[in-house]
């Protein structure tokens, strides 16, 4: 439509376009699209029909109705940090964009809870309430950027979530559009329990194919009255996984708890922000007990007992904020890191049980060795959730997917453990034929099914989650890191 | 079909000695069934489904019979499919603190368990020595200490579920995190074994406290706005409850001999923190309260006592009475004005009513006992109050006779179509107890 400078004989982009209000409500032209033919997950793109940035559930709603009228596929994308493709638009989809969807609605302190719309970022629902002392727990790396409805589409975790659960566990009430255009309320006023099958628990972590979610009411949390960070460096890897069970062994349950390989503290001590870990060890801890005051001196001295059990070489408690910060930002930004030391890396998502780590680790290094791919692991050692991040350059013939079936191999590793092939980061597009690692036809058929009732036509986001034999798929040819974390 | 013909074919698929024919005994509570099957594998209860599934026969699950009472418009279906055989630990791996079980195992066993190995399960659900662990999950039961840890749909990390055809699937993994497809077993938890029968529960464990208290927090003049603005104060500071619950006079007499409305206040830590958490309480401790710490053994005993208060479906009531209970939901702190509300209704209505309800998850258990009028009319006063909060109300026990009469679960919500299309999906014959849940699903 000529009133907001239309250029295009694809009817349907100026229909679209009719039903966003303001400037800035359509983008189509390729050079445009272009920043949206993928998400943190850059081995594929395709390029989407168009990207609407709609206000409001309205909408919302008129968008996803037409897109079901006639029969265009969708899919909605929040700040594209994804990392296994959720937001890839693999059939040309209509992108929903929901960042201008970004405010915080209310905040209700003597109830903790608040309510978002998809497109505001995580961390600043903290930042928001943290002069009263409250936060929001779900604390993906990617946190700064991240919005609240990507990580409700793909149940996103983060360190701290050993103590504190994943996004499912904060999640009490969605306000959803529907693939055919029809809003629902779940969890009203976020009271639990409502009756009826749980399909808060089932639209969490769905990845964006059930709905598209309008409005999150989220339980916030009183910051804990203290806070102790301990730092341990280990020579021997099978001592820093013996010490993990050891902590867990002894009934204490870290905020967080998380290692990191040699391969990863060369990576993350040449990057932005070095700490200065010490280069010839195998492998550190970071761990972080939280609670009442009086009850934390009790267990950082049994953190520390369990460390020197175990041969530790140094363990240090941070001393100040500042200094755990540092600690934290060396972890948080430590895939990103891997720039720092490779043109090029990928990142996997296996989970474990923990007890399985020695032996899981040493399969990984198995696989390195066979795919002549160095691999660095940063992980939640807590929960068993690995992250072993592959290394290789994309200018090299045939390296990409060597590194694809490097990383394959390492959820193979974990599945055969007895574990899963994604703790945090989803299936989407990368890990959609690992699912038939863990789930046999039938159990995939039973998820499909659950699709069929929600999203019959499958126009919302197609092709992801599940394995879809036969499809093909541009492979990226020129190296570029991912920028995500 | 007559009852001999069902006994008769039933016989071809599954083993005669865990079988047996019931009289049409019409159980006050209903959801029985003409043939009662004792399956000890998951294999046989596989068998079973096919036959039910193949045939149109409707199926009823039972597992310690604790929560009979709690949905269902049939007196007795086809085959009653008991999992009281079904039972036993299947893995538990210590140092990864989960452990798998099968469903028809009493609550109460896998706690003794796991206290040799100072873990736990973190809920506490009603009659723990009969619930079965596969019951709990299926109705989502809950108890104060959800506050801190969680209720089923948290402590569930797999499952295996025997579908109506017969086939397995498995929900979720053993590991503690996972996001691999959909989160399937969100989907059970809570259905009312109207999708599938639970054969396998895989849940994840925590560490047993190394110390605990209960504080009991009495306000002795029953001033709501003092409760209410304590209550607040409480839960903006930085303690660590795992239980803030408002228990009614009525209950509060039964449970410490004290007829007041009575706050208990559980902290479950290593033992600085726990005092150091009871001194902070008696720093803010409002005037005209009373209270009384219950440490260690005398806590637990309160709890064992108190998850006891509510009838058990799988003993009969000889009171005479009609016995009911109501699970409402409402915002964390309107909990005060429904467990206000139900302690008035005793006097309109002629009742005893024991109420109880969590300051900071917004979830209420009223038990209404007297005339079968009466508490009807009592649950609706207390339907209609809580649809005002924007709450719902579930009732969770009432004779079968009555149920025909009052909507157990409330109204349809507008979303029910969902609800319907995965049933269909699921269980297309609608075989698996039928009429149970919400909606006559």
């Given amino acids: 439509m000529s009133l907001k400078g239309i250029r295009t004989n694809d009817k349907h982009i100026k229909n679209l376009a009719n039903i966003v209000e303001g400037n800035r409500s359509i983008l189509y032209k390729k050079e445009d699209l272009l920043a949206y033919d993928c998400d943190g997950f850059t081995i594929y793109r395709h390029l989407p029909r168009a990207v609407v940035f709609p206000n409001n559930t309205e909408e919302v709603a008129k968008i996803v109705k037409y897109c079901h009228e006639h029969d265009l596929p969708f899919l909605a994308r929040g700040a594209g940090t994804g990392l296994s493709g959720g937001a890839i638009p693999l059939n040309g989809e209509v992108i929903i964009s929901l960042v201008k969807m970004k405010r915080l609605i209310s905040v209700d302190f003597e109830n903790r809870r608040a309510v978002v719309e998809p497109g505001f970022v995580n961390l600043k629902l903290t930042n928001s309430i943290s002069d009263k002392g409250y936060y929001y727990a779900p604390d993906p790396s990617s946190q700064y950027c991240c919005t609240i409805g990507g990580n409700v589409g793909e149940n996103a975790g983060g360190a701290h979530c050993l103590k504190y659960g994943v996004t499912t566990n904060h999640i009490l009430g969605l306000e959803v559009v529907l693939p055919n255009g029809e809003v629902i309320e779940i969890g009203k006023d976020g009271i639990p329990d409502a009756p009826g099958y749980d399909l808060l628990g089932l639209l969490t972590g769905s990845e964006g194919t059930l709905g598209i979610v309008t409005k999150i009411t989220v339980r916030i949390l009183k910051n804990p009255e203290a806070k102790q960070t301990v730092l341990a460096y280990f020579d021997n890897v099978a001592d820093g996984s013996q010490a993990v069970s050891d902590i867990i062994s002894a009934g204490i349950v870290p905020a967080a708890l998380e290692m990191m390989d040699q391969i990863a503290i060369e990576a993350v001590e040449a990057a932005a922000f070095p700490v200065g870990h010490p280069k010839d060890i195998e492998a550190l801890l970071l761990i972080e007990v939280d609670g009442i005051s009086a009850g934390i001196d009790e267990q950082i001295h049994q953190i520390l007992e369990v460390c020197k059990r175990n041969h530790v070489r140094e363990v240090k408690v941070a001393q100040s904020e500042e200094e755990r910060a540092r600690w934290w930002a060396n972890r948080k930004t430590g895939f990103g890191a891997m720039g720092a030391i490779s043109p090029d890396y990928l990142v996997q998502d296996g989970v474990i049980p923990r007890s399985k780590l020695p032996e899981v680790l040493n399969r990984i290094h198995e696989i390195s060795r066979e795919y002549g791919l160095r691999i660095a692991n940063i992980f939640h050692a807590g929960d068993g959730n690995l992250h072993p991040l592959v290394l290789f350059d994309a200018r090299k013939p045939g390296e990409t997917e060597k590194a694809l079936k490097a990383g394959s191999a390492c959820l193979q590793a974990c599945a055969d453990a007895g574990g899963s092939i994604t703790g945090e980061h989803g299936v989407g597009i990368e890990k959609r034929e690992e699912m038939r690692f863990i789930f046999s036809d039938e159990e995939i058929a039973a998820q499909t099914d659950i699709r069929e009732v929600f999203n019959p036509k499958n126009l919302l986001n197609a092709g992801k989650l599940f394995p879809t034999p036969g499809r093909c798929l541009e492979v990226k040819k020129e190296g570029k890191s991912v920028t995500a974390s | ?441």
């Avoid at chain 2, 609550?107 to 873990?119: G, M, T």
């Avoid at chain 2, 200490?145 to 209720?151: F, I, V």
């Avoid at chain 2, 239980?243 to 209950?251: C, D, F, N, W």
């Fill in chain 2, 1 to 441: 079909m007559l009852q001999g013909e069902l006994y008769t074919e039933l016989k071809d698929v599954f083993p005669e000695s865990q079988m047996e024919v019931k009289e049409n005994e019409g159980h006050p509570l209903g959801n029985g069934g003409k043939v009662a099957v004792y399956p000890k594998t998951e294999n046989e209860i596989s068998h079973i489904l096919q036959y039910a599934n193949k045939n149109g026969k409707t199926v009823s699950i039972v597992g310690g019979g604790t929560k009979r009472g709690f949905g269902g418009l049939i007196d007795s279906a086809d085959i009653l499919l008991s999992l009281a055989n079904l039972k036993g630990i299947v893995e538990h791996t210590v140092g990864d603190m989960t452990l798998t079980v099968k469903a028809g195992t009493p609550f109460q066993e896998l706690q003794q368990y796991l206290e040799e190995h100072n873990q736990k399960i973190s809920l506490d659900p009603a009659w723990p020595d009969y619930a079965t662990i596969g019951g709990i999950i299926a109705a989502n039961e809950s108890g104060p200490k959800r506050l801190a840890y969680g209720s089923a749909r948290d402590a569930v990390i797999g499952l295996r579920v025997v579908y109506p055809n017969g086939k397995v699937i498995r929900t979720g993994g053993k590991v503690v995190k996972n996001v691999a497809g959909y989160d399937m077993n969100k989907l059970f938890v809570g259905s009312m074994g109207t999708l599938g029968v639970l054969t396998e529960i895989t849940l994840k464990l925590r560490p047993l406290p190394k110390y605990e208290s209960n504080v009991l927090l009495s306000f002795t003049e029953g001033d709501f706005a003092e409760m209410r603005s304590f209550a607040a104060a409480f839960l903006d500071s930085q303690m660590e409850p795992v239980s803030l619950e408002l228990i009614s006079p009525s209950l509060a007499e039964k449970l410490t001999g004290e007829k007041f409305y009575t706050l208990a206040i559980s902290f479950e830590d290593n033992e600085s923190s726990v005092h150091y958490q009871e001194s902070f309480l008696k720093s803010i401790q409002p005037p005209k309260t009373k209270m009384t710490i219950l440490a260690q053994e005398k806590a637990r005993k309160f709890w064992q006592s108190f998850y006891t208060i509510s009838p058990n479906g799988r003993v009969s009531n000889q009171t005479g009475e009609t016995e009911a209970v109501l699970k409402i939901g409402v915002v964390n702190l309107d909990v005060l004005k429904v467990i206000r509300e139900s302690h008035l209704l005793q006097d309109t209505h002629n009742l005893l009513i024991e109420a109880h309800g969590g300051l900071g998850h917004g979830l209420c258990q009223i038990v209404l006992r007297g005339g079968s009028e009466n508490v009807i009319s009592a649950i609706q006063h207390l339907r209609n109050f809580v649809k005002q909060l924007n709450g719902y109300a579930v009732i969770k026990h009432l004779p079968f006779i009555l149920r025909q009469k009052i909507e157990v679960w409330g109204e349809n919500p507008p979303y029910f179509f969902l609800f319907k299309g995965i049933k269909t999906k699921i269980d297309p014959n609608n075989i698996l107890n039928p009429k149970r849940f919400v909606g006559g699903i």
